[in-house]
């Protein structure tokens, strides 16, 4: 099977986004991220939990690929 343009696009888009989460996760637990305001923390929390959707959203486009 070969992989058209567009799902091309989708596989990078969730490697990048994979890339980013990657880093992000581990930061939740360091000392520079304690030091943020309780709604920063809050807001990088949630911004890491709708990452983590979204590249679930993008590995089931990519599984119907096939």
């Not at 890339?19 to 309780?38: M, Y």
Request: include cysteine; charged fraction near 25%; aromatic fraction near 6%.
């Amino acid at each position: 099977m070969s992989i058209l343009p567009h799902q091309q696009r989708v596989i990078v888009e969730k490697a990048e986004l994979d890339a980013r989460l990657e880093k992000l996760v581990p930061f939740l637990s360091s000392d520079t991220c304690h030091a943020l305001s309780f709604d920063e923390r809050g807001r990088l929390k949630r911004q890491a939990e709708v990452m983590e959707m979204y590249s679930g959203i993008l590995g089931a486009r990519i599984a119907a690929f096939a």
